[in-house]
C-alpha cells in the first residue's frame, strides 16, 4: 500500500536494475556523479553511502510500485497500522538481503576500490522510535511485506527522534538526534499529497436542505489550521517481490512566512506560525510534565491519525466509494492508545462530512478499530484532561461524550443500578479531574482487544480491563509479540545464521519455526563448539564496536551479563545493580575469592524519560557502580560494568548476538511481554527471569533446566502487597542486602556523599513499589545458579542451542498470522 504515483495497467514500469557487479557498478557511478554531483576520487564517505542507498532502491522500486498499482487495481482488505513510533534501525542491509543483492553489492564496491563494511558505518539510524512498542512496529510491517499482506504503516517523522543520550560524569544528558542531516535517502517526499489538518475553535450548529428535508448537523469551525506533508519509506519483503509502504508525516504551516511583517522588521513573529505548526513533528514524546507539554502531545497524536485517516480514504480507495463498507476493505490497528483520538476522528469524517446518520457511522467505526493494549500500568493507559481536549479538539469531545453516553446506557442495561460500575466503566473519569480515558475509549470503539503475551492477555482480562471482558467476552483475545528473524538473526548474527543454514537449510527465514530441527544438534558435541566459535567471534565483534564507539573495553573471556531495555523502575534495573553491588562487597571484604568468581562483564543499555527523575537517578547509580567497580584492581579482573550511551536498534544487533545471559527481572504482573527476550534467546542467550511477560512462555517452550527462574509470582506479588508490603523488613531481615543498601546509602559509590542517591534509598526501603527488596534474595539465588551452570562450557551451549532451536514461536511472521486468524481478517496477495 502507499501512495506512489498511480499507474494503469498499460502503463510500461521501468523494470530493476539486472542484479550483476558489472550494472551495478554502472548505476552506483551514475548515482554519484548525476544525483550526488561527485566523481569517485572526490566523494566523501556520506557521498559514498549515499548513492550506495539511492542504487540499492532501484533494484526495489519497480517491485514497490508493481505493490502498489496491484493493490490499487484490485481494492484487497488491508491493514493499515497506527503507531507514534517505528524504530527502524539502519535500512542498507535490511534492504540489500531483501533483494538478494549483499555480494553482488560488495564485489562491485571492492572493484571501485571501497568496503561496503565502511559505507554501513556512515548510515544513520533513524530516530523514529524509542523502544520496544517502537522496534515491535518495525517487525510487523517486516513481516507484513514478507507475507505478502497488504499493509501501511502510519507514524511521524519526528525532526529529532526522541534525543541522542550522552553522559557527563555518569549522569544522562539529553541532546537532539540530528539524524536528518546528512540527508535521508530511504524516504521519499510527497508534498502533492499534503493533508490539512484543523485544531481549535468552536462547533455550530446549522441546517441543510437533504431532499424534501431540513436537516440539522454539527460543523468545526477551527481555530487554526497545519499542513501534513507525507514521506514514503518502502518495506521490502524477503526476496518475495513485495514491497509494501510507510507513510511518515511531516507537519508545517499552511502560511509559513509572512514578507509583510517581516519587512516591517519582526522577523521572529513572521516564521512564528511555521515554528508553531513544525513543533509538531519536532520530538517524539515531548515531556509532558508542562500544560505545554501536554498540549503538544495531543497535537501529535490526532495530528498523524487525521493524515493517516485521510490518506487511506482519498488516496487509497476509489473514487466514488460507498464507506459504508469501509471495514470491508481496511482494519486500522491502535498500537496503545496513542493513536485512540481516531476513533472520533471517523465518527467526524463519517457524520459530519460524509451525511452519515450516527448509529451508520458507529458501526462503520466500530468495523475498522483494533485496538492492541501494551501495558499493566494504570498510569501507563493514557488520559487527557477534559479542558485541554475540548480546547484543542472541541468537535472530538462533543462525540467521544455521545459514545459515552450511548455506552453507558448499555452497561445500565445489563448490569441494572450499579452506579459504582458505570463510574469505573464511564470514558470520563470524574476525579481527580475530569478526564478522556483513551484506553475505555478504544475498548469500546474496537471490534477486537489483544493484550501482547498469555499472562498479559490474562491481566488485561482479569483485573486491567476486567468490567469490559465480563460485559463482551467475545472481543478479548491474545497475540503474543514477536521479532523478525530476518533483522534479528539473519543481520545481526551471520555466523549463527550460516550455522543454522548450513544445519537445517535457509527455509527458517520466513518459517522461524523450522529452527525446531536444530534440536538434534544439542547432543552433537562439534555443532557445540562451533556454536560457541561464532558466541566467541561475536563478543570479539562487540569488544572492537563498544571501544571504537564508546571507549569501552570488553574482557574476551568473561561472560557477557546483559540488561537493555527502557529506564523503568517496573523493569528493576535496581535489582541488576544491586546484585553488582553484592559481587564488588564480597569480593573486596574478602568474603569472596576473586579466584572463585565466574569473570563476568555486565552490560546496561537504557534511555529514560527527560522527566523521569528515579529514572535519571538510577543511570546515575549505574555508572557511578560501573566506575568504581571498573577501577578496582582485584574486582575488575573478575567484574566489569559497562554502560555504551544511546543504546538503539544498531548497537542491540551487535550486543544480542554476543550475549550469554539475558536479564529479564520486571516484577511478576508488570511487563506487558518483552522482545529483548526473545531476540536474546533466538541468538542463544539463556535467560534469567521473572515469570512475567513472555518469559512465562519462553519457559515453557525452552524448558526449566534451560531458564533460571526467581522471584514472586504475579498472585504472590498481589498477595504480598495486599497485606500491606513492608519493604524495610527484607532489609532488616537480610545482612546482605543491608550490606549493599548501606553501601549505597554511606556514599560509596558517590565520593562519600550520602546526598547523591538517598532518593533510591528512600524509596526501596519507604515504598519499593515493585518489589526489588522481596525478590532481592531469589535473584541472588538465581545468579549462583548461573555461574555454576557457567561453568560447564559443554553444557552451557547445549542449553543455548536449545534456546535457539525452541524459540521460534517468538517470530513476527507468527504474530502476523495470529492477528490475521484471530482481528484483521486479510488476506496475501500475490506476488
Known amino acids: 500500500m502507499g501512495s506512489v504515483a498511480r499507474v494503469t495497467e498499460s502503463t510500461p514500469l521501468i523494470t530493476s536494475p539486472e542484479p550483476s557487479v558489472e550494472g551495478f557498478v554502472r548505476e552506483y557511478l551514475r548515482e554519484l556523479n548525476f544525483t550526488q554531483g561527485t566523481v569517485l576520487e572526490r566523494a566523501s564517505i556520506n557521498d559514498k553511502y549515499l548513492a550506495l542507498a539511492r542504487t540499492v532502491r532501484h533494484y526495489l522500486m519497480s517491485r514497490w510500485m508493481r505493490t502498489t498499482n496491484e493493490h490499487l487495481r484490485t481494492q484487497p482488505k488491508a491493514v493499515a497500522y497506527l503507531s507514534a513510533e517505528y524504530l527502524l534501525g539502519r535500512q542498507l542491509d535490511n534492504a540489500l538481503i531483501a533483494a538478494d543483492l549483499t555480494e553482488v553489492a560488495s564485489e562491485a564496491l571492492a572493484s571501485l576500490g571501497i568496503d561496503l563494511a565502511d559505507l554501513r558505518e556512515a548510515e544513520v539510524e533513524p530516530g523514529l522510535g524509542n523502544g520496544g512498542l517502537g522496534r515491535l512496529a518495525a517487525c510487523f510491517v517486516d513481516s507484513l511485506a514478507t507475507m505478502s499482506i497488504p499493509a501501511i504503516g502510519y507514524g511521524i517523522r519526528y525532526e529529532y527522534g526522541i534525543f541522542r543520550q550522552n553522559f557527563v560524569d555518569g549522569w544522562q544528558v539529553e541532546e537532539p538526534d540530528h539524524w536528518l542531516d546528512n540527508g535521508s535517502p530511504w524516504e521519499f517526499a510527497h508534498p502533492e499529497h499534503e493533508v490539512t489538518v484543523s485544531f481549535g475553535g468552536r462547533t455550530e450548529t446549522v441546517t441543510e436542505e437533504v431532499g424534501d428535508d431540513t436537516v440539522e448537523r454539527t460543523r468545526w469551525v477551527p481555530g487554526w489550521k497545519v499542513l501534513g506533508v507525507p514521506y514514503n519509506y518502502m518495506v521490502p519483503g524477503y526476496r ?43 520530538v517524539l514524546y515531548p515531556e509532558d510534565s508542562t500544560p505545554q507539554g501536554k498540549e503538544l502531545r495531543l497535537q501529535q497524536q ?22 459504508h463498507r469501509l ?41 475498522c478499530f483494533a485496538y492492541t493494549c501494551h501495558t499493566l500500568l494504570p498510569e501507563a493507559l493514557e488520559i487527557w484532561p477534559v479542558e485541554l481536549l475540548g480546547r484543542l479538539l472541541p468537535r472530538h469531545l462533543e462525540i467521544i461524550y455521545r459514545i459515552n453516553d450511548e455506552f453507558l446506557d448499555e452497561v445500565r442495561g445489563s448490569s441494572g443500578d450499579d452506579e459504582l460500575l458505570v463510574r469505573r466503566m464511564s470514558i470520563i473519569a470524574e476525579h481527580p479531574q475530569r478526564a478522556v480515558r483513551m484506553a475505555h475509549l478504544a475498548t469500546v470503539a474496537a471490534t477486537k482487544v489483544n493484550g501482547v503475551a498469555e499472562l498479559h492477555s490474562q491481566l488485561l482480562r482479569d483485573k486491567v480491563l476486567a468490567d469490559f471482558a465480563r460485559l463482551w467476552p467475545e472481543k478479548f483475545t491474545n497475540v503474543t509479540n514477536g521479532v523478525t528473524p530476518r533483522r534479528f538473526v539473519r543481520l545481526a548474527n551471520p555466523g549463527l545464521s550460516g550455522l543454522i543454514t548450513e544445519a537445517i537449510g535457509d527455509g527458517w527465514v520466513t518459517d522461524l519455526d523450522r529452527l525446531r530441527d536444530l534440536e538434534p544438534m544439542a ?12 558466541k566467541a567471534a561475536n563478543k570479539e565483534r562487540l569488544a572492537g564496536f563498544l571501544e571504537r564507539r564508546d571507549g569501552i573495553e570488553i574482557p574476551a573471556d568473561t ?22 553491588v553484592t559481587l564488588y562487597d564480597r569480593i573486596v571484604s574478602g568474603r569472596l575469592d576473586p579466584e572463585d568468581v565466574v569473570p563476568r562483564t555486565v552490560v546496561f543499555g537504557a534511555k529514560a524519560a527527560p522527566g523521569y527523575a528515579m529514572a535519571k537517578q538510577i543511570i546515575g547509580l549505574i555508572n557511578h557502580v560501573g566506575s568504581v567497580v571498573n577501577a578496582h584492581p582485584e574486582v575488575s579482573r573478575v567484574l566489569r560494568v559497562a554502560f555504551p550511551a544511546n543504546y538503539d536498534v544498531t548497537v542491540a544487533e551487535t550486543l544480542i548476538p554476543a550475549a550469554d545471559l539475558s536479564e529479564q527481572i520486571s516484577l511478576a504482573g508488570k511487563e506487558a511481554s518483552g522482545t529483548g527476550n526473545m531476540k536474546f534467546a533466538l541468538n542463544g542467550a539463556l535467560t534469567v527471569g521473572t515469570d512475567d511477560g513472555a518469559n512465562v512462555e519462553i519457559r515453557q517452550l525452552v524448558g526449566d533446566d534451560n531458564f533460571f527462574l526467581f522471584g514472586l509470582t504475579e498472585p504472590e506479588a498481589a498477595a504480598v502487597a495486599e497485606a500491606g508490603y513492608r519493604p524495610s523488613a527484607y532489609y532488616e531481615e537480610n545482612p546482605v542486602l543491608r550490606r549493599a543498601l548501606d553501601l549505597v546509602a554511606r556514599g560509596e559509590f558517590s565520593g562519600g556523599d550520602r546526598r547523591v542517591f538517598e532518593p533510591i534509598v528512600s524509596n526501596l526501603l519507604g515504598e519499593d513499589r515493585f518489589m526489588v527488596l522481596a525478590d532481592f534474595q531469589s535473584y541472588l539465588d538465581a545468579q549462583e545458579r548461573v555461574e555454576t551452570a557457567y561453568r560447564d562450557p559443554d553444557a552451557w551451549s547445549r542449553a543455548a542451542v536449545l534456546n535457539v532451536a525452541r524459540s521460534g514461536f517468538f517470530s513476527s511472521d507468527r504474530s502476523m498470522r495470529d492477528y490475521l486468524d484471530r482481528i484483521w481478517h486479510a488476506e496475501p496477495m500475490e506476488a
Open 240 to 282: 518475495n517481490g513485495c514491497v509494501n509502504t510507510l507513510r511518515l508525516w511531516s507537519a508545517r504551516a499552511t502560511h509559513a512566512f509572512d514578507l509583510e511583517i517581516f519587512n516591517y522588521g519582526d522577523y521572529a513573529e513572521a516564521v512564528r506560525a511555521q515554528t508553531f505548526a513544525e513543533n509538531i513533528s519536532k
Open 302 to 323: 490526532y495530528f498523524f491519525v487525521a493524515c493517516s485517516l485521510r490518506d487511506f480514504i482519498d488516496q487509497l480507495l476509489p473514487e466514488g466509494f460507498d464507506l
Open 327 to 367: 471495514p470491508e476493505r481496511v482494519c486500522f490497528q491502535l498500537n496503545d492508545t496513542h493513536p485512540v483520538i481516531a476513533v472520533p476522528e471517523l465518527m467526524r469524517i463519517l457524520v459530519d462530512e460524509q451525511g452519515f446518520a450516527w448509529d451508520e457511522a458507529w458501526e462503520v467505526t466500530q468495523g
Open 523 to 534: 547432543d552433537d558435541p562439534e555443532f557445540r563448539r562451533r556454536f560457541r566459535e561464532v
Open 559 to 580: 561472560m557477557l551479563d546483559v540488561m537493555v531495555k527502557r529506564l523503568h523502575e517496573y523493569k528493576r534495573q535496581t535489582l541488576k545493580i544491586l546484585h553488582v
